[in-house]
C-alpha cells in the first residue's frame, strides 16, 4: 500500500471528513469550541496543519471577514482544502502555504503581518512532533503572535492515567458503532505513513507538560478550555513584556 504523510490518515482524502469523525469523539465540538476561542476583533489568522479545510470552513463561517494563513506540508491536504474553501465563496480570504511547520520553527522563519497574527489555531498537527520541536514551534508561534495575541490548540494528548486508555478506546468503540461503524473497519483505511520532515506518527504529549513548554516560551495565561479523555484544547497569550 502506498505510504502517505502523517496525519492525512486515508489514502482517499474524500474520506476523511467522514471518517475522522466516526473515528474521534467530539471532533465536530473540539472544531467549533476552537472557533469560540476566537476573539471578536480578530482580523489575521495564522492556522498550522490545516488539513482538509474543516477548521478553516468554520473559522471563515463565523468571521467572514478575516484573513488566514493557513499551512500544510501535505499538497494533496492543501489542494482539498482550497477547493472546499473556494466552494464556500472564501477563496479571497486565504492564503494557503505549503511548508512543514517544524521547519519553519527550526529556521526561525518570519510569517506574520507587520503587527503579528492576531490568533494561531492548529488541530490535529502538533502532536506529530516531537516535545523539544513542540517547545520550538511554540516558540516560533509566539515569535509571529503580536503582544497579547492568542494560540490555541485542538490535539491528541497522552491520558492522564494507564488505566484510562482502555476506558477511551472502549468510549471510542461505542462511539463509532453509534455512528453505523467499528474502530476495526475504520483502521483497516487508514494507511501506513512514513516520517515526513519533523513530523512522526504519533508524538502525543503530556497535557501539563505542553502547558509548562507554552508558559516557558512566553504565554501567560496558560489554560484548557476543553478537554475529553485524549482529546484537549490547550493554549493561552503572548506575554506583552
Known amino acids: 500500500m502506498q505510504e502517505i504523510f502523517p496525519g492525512e490518515l486515508f489514502l482517499n482524502l474524500t474520506d476523511y471528513d467522514r471518517n475522522i469523525r466516526q473515528l474521534l469523539p467530539r471532533y465536530d465540538e473540539m472544531l467549533d469550541l476552537l472557533v469560540h476561542c476566537i476573539p471578536p476583533n480578530t482580523r489575521q489568522l495564522l492556522e498550522l496543519g490545516c488539513g482538509t479545510g474543516e477548521l478553516t470552513g468554520k473559522i471563515l463561517s463565523r468571521f467572514p471577514e478575516i484573513e488566514i494563513v493557513a499551512v500544510d506540508y501535505s499538497p494533496r491536504m492543501l489542494d482539498f482544502a482550497s477547493v472546499k474553501i473556494d466552494k464556500f465563496g472564501y477563496g479571497e480570504q486565504v492564503h494557503w502555504i505549503k511548508a512543514d511547520f517544524g521547519n519553519l520553527a527550526s529556521l526561525n522563519a518570519p510569517l506574520a503581518p507587520k503587527n503579528g497574527f492576531?490568533?494561531?489555531?492548529s488541530s490535529l498537527a502538533i502532536h506529530h512532533l516531537?516535545?523539544?520541536?513542540?517547545?520550538k514551534v511554540f516558540q516560533w508561534i509566539g515569535e509571529n503572535l503580536q503582544p497579547n495575541g492568542c494560540f490555541w490548540n485542538g490535539d491528541l494528548?497522552?491520558?492522564d492515567l494507564p488505566n484510562l486508555v482502555e476506558f477511551y478506546q472502549k468510549t471510542r468503540e461505542e462511539w463509532a458503532v453509534?455512528?453505523?461503524n467499528t474502530?476495526?473497519?475504520?483502521?483497516?483505511?487508514i494507511a501506513p505513513t512514513k516520517p515526513e520532515g519533523y513530523s512522526h506518527e504519533q508524538e502525543m504529549g503530556d497535557l501539563l507538560d505542553q502547558l509548562a513548554m507554552l508558559k516557558n516560551v512566553g504565554f501567560h495565561p496558560v489554560m484548557v478550555p476543553w478537554k475529553y479523555y485524549q482529546l484537549?484544547?490547550?493554549g493561552g497569550y503572548r506575554s506583552p513584556g
Open 118 to 121: 492576531d490568533v494561531c489555531l
Open 157 to 159: 494528548v497522552l491520558p
Open 130 to 135: 516531537t516535545d523539544p520541536m513542540k517547545e
Open 232 to 234: 484537549a484544547i490547550f
Open 183 to 189: 474502530l476495526s473497519k475504520l483502521r483497516e483505511q
Open 178 to 180: 453509534s455512528h453505523g
